[in-house]
């Protein structure tokens, strides 16, 4: 007679095999100290936040409101009111108590009917100010048109405004606010996430090593053939037989392995305030650089001549220019870069200031001796 009592529990089977799913880890760290955890630089298919918009009221603010030249807040407040039973003339509407407000919200896919959500709100007319308002109910509505939550509540304003007739002080955004927790979800997005038989890695980098990196891993962690590359930054995963409906344990195992990310050379050059980001793998060939500040300074003055008291002559006005200008001297230096640090070391040798490495680096771009993409943003 067989004993079923002692026969493993599809629970326990999959304890067992998370078990070894980990030892797997352990046994296999990553190469590099800069290794990164795959939930940090991938996204899995369906986990995912929702966003909600939708259009209201915000009521109670001091005299910081819309003005009376705001038509779409007067009809709103009449339409809000005539809903409440409350018949109103639209000419004796005075809204500097009232702002038209658009709510928006992101709504996790796993959010169920009663669960809270953060609301934000800014202001849509010419409001000037939103401190101490509260939001009137909003529905909040998805792509579809369908309302998903209800906001409402007191605002919070990280900021304020205050001033007279001659001067005004404020910090930070006053049209702007947050209701934390102000929205509450009445419509839950449908999603059965265990009953999916395979899962899609979304890498928020694209780079083919980095999804080669990432297919092997978890190949090697769950013994077998389970994920395929689907391109440079997909990867597709069957659900283990022993996992299916229950695929939670087994995304918190995988969203923990660690990979070495990798990704094309980049030099990213903001001019509008001269910061410069060189990435790692950024090489340079050996190239010799000479560069040199040219200012040119021109200032315009008028020269008066004032006759004597009884010269009888007239005033004259003569404009004159100076004009001057100074190069600095800059000797040649020979830059190579075989490494990131070799790399910054030689362009701080030449002495430029951030502004002009731009410069330099686009013209070792040009003369084809920097090997990296060059973006200015």
């Known amino acids: 007679m067989k004993t079923l009592g002692n026969a493993p529990g599809p629970s326990q089977r999959q304890a067992v095999l998370i078990a070894v799913f980990l030892a797997l880890l352990l046994a296999c760290p990553a190469s590099e100290a800069d290794a990164v955890r795959i939930k940090d630089i991938a996204s899995f298919s369906g986990v995912r936040d929702n966003q909600l918009v939708g259009y209201g009221l915000v009521v109670g603010l001091s005299g910081t409101g819309d003005k009376k030249d705001s038509a779409f807040t007067m009809r709103s407040m009449v339409n809000m009111l005539e809903k409440m039973g409350v018949q109103v003339d639209l000419k004796q509407m005075k809204p500097k108590n009232v702002a038209s407000v658009m709510v928006t919200a992101r709504m996790p896919v796993s959010a169920k009917p009663g669960s809270r959500l953060d609301v934000t709100v800014s202001s849509l007319g010419d409001s000037t100010s939103l401190v101490g308002g509260v939001l009137i109910q909003t529905p909040l509505k998805g792509v579809d048109g369908k309302i998903y939550a209800l906001a409402q509540g007191a605002l919070a304003v990280g900021g304020f405004t205050v001033g007279g007739n001659q001067a005004q002080a404020q910090k930070n955004i006053t049209t702007v606010a947050q209701v934390p927790g102000g929205g509450i979800v009445e419509k839950a997005v449908p999603f059965e996430f265990n009953s999916m038989d395979h899962l899609t890695l979304s890498l928020h980098a694209p780079d083919f090593s980095t999804t080669n990196q990432v297919v092997e891993r978890i190949n090697a962690a769950l013994g077998g053939n389970f994920a395929a590359a689907q391109d440079a930054g997909s990867v597709r995963m069957e659900i283990p037989g022993d996992f299916r409906g229950n695929i939670v344990p087994l995304m918190a195992s995988l969203e923990n392995i660690e990979i070495v990310p990798d990704s094309a050379a980049k030099v990213v050059v903001d001019e509008k305030t001269g910061t410069i980001i060189l990435g790692r793998e950024v090489r340079i060939t050996r190239v010799a650089v000479a560069h040199g500040n040219l200012q040119v300074m021109v200032q315009e003055n008028l020269n008066v001549s004032q006759p004597s008291m009884f010269g009888g002559g007239s005033t004259v006005v003569t404009p ?8 600095e001297e800059r000797r040649l230096n020979i830059l190579e ?41």
Do not use: C, F, W, Y
Request: charged share 20%.
């Open 320 to 327: 004159s220019t100076d004009l001057a200008s100074r190069e």
């Open 337 to 377: 870069g075989a490494t990131l640090q070799e790399l910054v070391d030689g362009l701080n040798s030449v002495g430029a200031t951030p502004r002009d490495l731009i410069s330099i680096l686009r013209a070792m771009k040009a003369a084809g001796a920097l090997h990296a993409h060059l973006e200015v943003i």
